[in-house]
């Protein structure tokens, strides 16, 4: 071993250093870049030779450039994002229904309720009374409009949803593809030996952005890809470099969209999200959503079934025996009935076709307010719609005490994930001085081999 030797180790040093300054370079480069993992350059001594039956190194070598990751961290991120992103949809579309429910205002269904009882009252107390016959009449449209305004604003948030569901397949499929193709990638570059690191990264992020609209695992590959299984149904996503796909089909009975998962290896069938924002846009759209109009139509047609059975026991200012006062049993179809109820006239007040000044039918229909003819005779009109605006309020607090909980676990492994795989720009600025130096001492010991070199060519000539 010999001067030569001495140069090709300090040479072997530049090189060595200047790839370990570089992979430094883009640790801090990327400090800000979302699913950046740090970097390190992994130092070995090279094999040693023999110099007269010594061994006598070579100088260093790359063993790897191995990024900081931690694969139980990030199954957890993915199971913590997928709750998160079924529980941020689900508090967004109760927080954007709750004021329809809100009481607070005097100008709600639970008050066009009472109003339109106390209008039946007030015509107790002058049952021949224009004024209090047309109050009546108004009462009772203003108390349709807040059914129907109810109705409507539902039925609405349950065809968002499902209009909601074209971007969000079209987003997970954009996703599954890019994952495939972010796999082909890495394998391609690792089959010749080359740093797929930052293509890794690039692909992690993608699984926990995808985990967030779909409940999934990943397993990752000897070859480096990763293969990626819906949760809700078993089915495969991702093979390989091949990515499955959802569609969305008409459903012919409710006119809502089935959707439908089609494996890599093709095969398109049903399924029912259950996890993740798109589970919770279709637990919106066919379970809880509905559930609170359903809600809504049983108040709406036992307040017109009983009104009605009670106004035809009555007589209207002709003596004529009372009509249906209502026409439609939901909350959608609510009206007043205007074939048989043509004017104040009409208004069935007395339970005798003879005392047409008699306010006992007016009285009856007044008190229907307070008779517990809801939720199995055990509840009045009032208090149903009470426990109907508590329960949605619940809802409501409940989802956003949920999202916060969910926010503040995955805050928590975000934070974890930073402190193993982040860029720390104190530590990598170390390293940077340290890169430097051997750098430089790499540098001086070619300088001190030359010289040493020149005075040996010095003494030979």
Known sequence: MGLSAAMEIGKNGLNIYRVATEVTSENIANVNTPGYSRQRVVLESAPPTNYNGFPLGNGVKISTVERYYDGLLQKQLVNAQTTQGYDTTKSTVLQQIEPTFNEVSNDGLGAAISNFFGAWQDLTLNPAGSAERQAVLSRTQILTDNFKAVNTTLTDTINTQNDSLVPLTDSINATLKNIAQLNGQIKTTELVSGNANEIRDQRDQLIRDLSQQIGISAT??????????????????????????????????????????????GGSALVTPTSGALGATVDLRDTIIPGYRDKVDALASTIATTVNDQHKLGYDQNGIAGADFFTGTTAATISLNTTNITGTDKIAASSSAGLLGDNSNALALAQLQNKKVMSGNTASFGSYFTGLVSSVGLDVQSAKSTEAQDIAFTKQLTTLRESNS???LDEELTNLIKYQRSYQASSKLITTATEMMDTVMGLIR
Do not use: M, R
């Not at 499955?244 to 969209?257: D, H, I, R, V």
């Open 220 to 265: 990752e590959n000897s070859d480096g890809t990763t293969d990626v299984t819906y949760a809700d149904s078993g089915t495969s996503l991702v093979t390989g470099t091949t990515a499955g796909s959802f569609s969305l089909s008409t459903n012919a009975g409710t006119g809502l969209y089935d959707i439908n998962v089609t494996p890599p290896g």
């Open 422 to 424: 982040g860029v720390s």
